[in-house]
């Protein structure tokens, strides 16, 4: 059996795959599942955006001189967090390697993901923070998946920034039907009252950063950002690999 799955290794290590984005081969010895150049060509989230939930603009509004600016959305609606910090959009090899880290449990995705953030954090003044949060799974979700890749990304952010990491207080109390398919309305009653936090005391007045892999609609977490203000957060930011453009 060991010999066995030894020999696969050595033959998917000589004769790597595709590409999982662009579909070329992989050099031998690249067991990384996306080729360098996909990886060069990572669509960084550029000006202008939402000045709250960083949603892409057309570019037109650039040559207009507009730079701080509300979309319809966060216009219309009560925000629970002042605003999201996101390196790049959701496409390409980013949109990849979050499928393979989330769905096929590909951990290995963690370290080209986490050169991406370190290049965006050196860039950008953070306000001042107190703790970060992932955002939880709910525990049947967690055993299914061994792991919850919320929780691998805000590693790397609480150790970047010399932060404290709590994981156990925002609680995931009820499991969600997945929120692809359905409407706005739908997704919004869908996650209510899908989150809880244990110890109040322990956000009251903090600066909180919550993060996850991406944002697309934002249903997840917004509701979440709720529940932390409502335990008395002073100020909740949000943090995300991508953003669906
Ligand atoms: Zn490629
Ligand atoms: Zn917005």
């Not at 950002?225 to 949000?238: G, I, N, P, Q, T």
Request: charged share 30%; proline share 5%.
């Amino acid at each position: 059996m060991e010999i066995k799955s030894l020999g696969r290794g050595l033959i998917s290590l000589l004769f790597p795959s595709d590409c999982k984005v662009c579909h070329h081969p992989l050099e031998p010895l690249n067991c990384s599942f996306i080729c360098e150049d996909c990886w060069n060509k990572v669509k960084w989230l550029e000006v202008p955006y939402c000045s709250r939930c960083s949603k892409p603009f057309p570019p037109s509004l650039a040559s207009q001189g507009i730079s701080q600016f509300l979309c319809s959305e966060c216009r219309k609606e009560k925000s629970y967090f002042e605003k999201i910090f996101v390196p790049t959009l959701y496409e390409g090899a980013m949109k990849e390697a979050i499928h393979l880290l989330k769905y096929r449990k590909k951990t290995g995705m963690v370290a080209p993901l986490e050169k991406i953030m370190r290049r965006y954090f050196d860039h950008i003044n953070f306000p001042h923070l107190d703790l970060v949060i992932p955002i939880p799974l709910h525990r049947k979700k967690f055993r299914e998946r061994g792991f919850n890749q919320a929780e691998l990304i805000a590693n790397i952010v609480a150790r970047y920034f010399k932060l404290e990491l709590v994981k156990n207080n925002l609680q995931r109390v009820r499991a969600t039907k997945t929120q692809t398919t359905l409407s706005r309305k739908e997704r919004i009653k869908n996650i209510k009252g899908a989150f809880k936090v244990k110890n109040k005391d322990e956000f009251q007045k903090k600066s909180l950063l919550l993060v996850d892999d991406v944002y697309t609609t934002g249903t997840t977490l917004k509701e979440a950002a709720r529940v932390l203000k409502r335990a008395r957060a002073r100020e909740v930011y949000l943090f995300t690999l991508a953003r669906a453009s």
